[in-house]
């Protein structure tokens, strides 16, 4: 007797409407007139339980970047260490472009914190109530409450708003905001505590989407701590990783008042692997650049691009040097343009087009200019003062997460307004207090340029042989 199923699967086409899927379906009249047109396709699960998209199964033999033990010096991986970016389930509290809006936001959020802490404490002994639901506390103009918090009144701890507590990071792909970095408003730590512990301690990270994550996979690095949805769901893997001798008190994800031991965060063992094919002179940050490039190779991409959206990425090791080589010196050059964006001079075939002699250079919301009822990508409408336009169309190819480098900039240099709490985040707010009134459309023509030369640099990349 057999028990094997027989798997029948058609593929009705992508990105249809419901009704147009039904549609197809109807037109066949019945499973059977499909089987009989041959409309179906046997599929044959393999080991892991693709059904449809089979990864490659020589994935399996190459180098895994994660280890299977976080922090394990012996690992026979390439890092030792590897983790998620901050989750503080209330965004629109604890970032902001602005440091003193940030300061005023947080403290008012504190404070109503510390009203109905109290009030849950007196209701508590003067009638039944039992929890923050009791006393209608859920007021989302004040305050985004979770589990860590509301376990915080439960214990009656008291917090005070501590003005020195922010910190700039990595919010979004070439977006940085401040954030406020008490541990107990950010829900959960991810590897910011380890990879950047103080404002002193300096640090790269590879941020990758992690399994699962955008089609187009990328990789972005960072010199500052990532917010989790950084690039997708944030995987970060460190050039280094920091121990700490002692957790005591109330403490900032980045506190400067203990001591730190740095720890390699590439193995040993992929180092010993390199130096037998390259020579003792190689480095772990030779690999750690060597990694960065290879995860922009094309041919990498495509050639995993199943098995990229199912487990974390695996590293081959070319047969020459000259390939390790021109990978690393390729990812270096990447590292540099991508960690160093703001300092880019801004792309000097841009055009500015302003009917006032000294516009304003405040934004609102950046726009594509319209050619008829599409869109004109060549140009930006900047706001009601200045377009942006001569954008090269090969500038969008550079994509991060599934979305161009040069959209990312449009997205998030936008004034934006929380639907429960009213919070508006200003990014002309960023211009003033660090005293850059062209800080975003600068920054604007410095990605332009950005996208240009990153894809120069993976386009130049020679073949891995896979």
């Not at 594509?368 to 869109?375: L, S, V």
């Not at 850059?436 to 020679?462: C, F, H, W």
């Amino acid at each position: 007797m057999n028990d094997q199923a027989t798997i029948y699967y058609h593929d009705i086409g992508d990105y249809l409407t419901r009704e147009q899927k039904l549609a197809r379906i109807k037109a066949f009249g019945s499973v059977g007139a499909m089987l009989k047109a041959g409309a179906f396709t046997v599929l044959q699960p393999n080991k892991h339980g693709d059904w449809i998209n089979h990864r490659d199964e020589g994935y399996e033999e190459l180098i895994p970047l994660a280890p299977e033990r976080k922090f394990d010096a012996h690992a026979q991986s390439v890092f030792t260490a590897f983790g998620g970016g901050l989750k503080t389930n209330r965004d629109a509290w604890v970032y902001q472009f602005s440091k003193a809006q940030l300061d005023q936001t947080m403290s008012r959020m504190i404070d109503y914190y510390n009203d109905q802490r109290l009030s849950l404490a007196e209701a508590r002994a003067e009638t039944s109530a039992k929890s923050l639901y009791d006393i209608g506390a859920y007021d989302a103009t004040r305050i985004t409450w979770t589990r860590g918090l509301r376990e915080d009144t439960d214990r009656n701890r008291i917090y005070s708003f501590e003005p020195k507590q922010s910190r700039i990071v990595a919010y979004r792909p070439f977006c940085k905001q401040n954030v406020y970095s008490i541990r107990d408003f950010v829900e959960v730590v991810g590897s910011a505590q380890h990879f950047f512990p103080t404002p002193a301690q300096e640090n790269l990270v590879i941020c990758l989407p992690g399994a699962g994550g955008a089609a187009d996979y990328t990789a972005l690095i960072a010199d500052s701590a990532p917010d989790f949805h950084f690039i997708g769901d944030s995987q970060c893997f460190p050039l280094f990783y920091y121990e700490k001798r002692e957790e005591t008190g109330q403490l900032s994800l980045f506190d400067t008042d203990e001591e730190y031991t740095r720890r390699d965060g590439i193995s040993d063992f992929i180092l010993e692997r390199v130096k037998e094919l390259c020579g003792s002179k190689v480095t772990k940050k030779d690999i750690f650049y060597y990694v960065y490039g290879v995860l922009h190779s094309e041919e990498y991409r495509a050639k995993y691009a199943v098995n990229l959206k199912k487990t974390l990425p695996r590293l081959p090791l070319p047969e020459e040097p000259k390939l390790f080589w021109a990978f690393s010196k390729a990812g270096e050059k990447l590292a540099e343009l991508h960690l160093n964006y703001e300092k880019l001079p801004p792309w000097k075939e841009l055009k500015e087009d302003s009917p006032k002699a000294k516009p304003s250079y405040r934004v609102t919301k950046m726009r594509f200019a319209k050619e008829g009822k599409d869109e004109n990508k060549t140009a930006i409408v900047y706001n009601d003062e200045v377009t942006v336009w001569n954008i090269p169309l090969e500038a969008y190819e550079y994509v991060v997460n599934g979305k161009s480098a040069i959209e990312w900039i449009m997205e998030r240099y936008q004034v934006t307004t929380h639907k429960e709490s009213g919070i508006v985040n200003d990014p002309n707010l960023w211009c003033d207090e660090h005293s850059q009134p062209r800080y975003i459309i600068d920054l604007l023509k410095r990605i332009v340029g950005l996208s240009l030369e990153t894809m120069k640099i993976v386009k130049a990349l020679p073949k891995l042989g896979l």
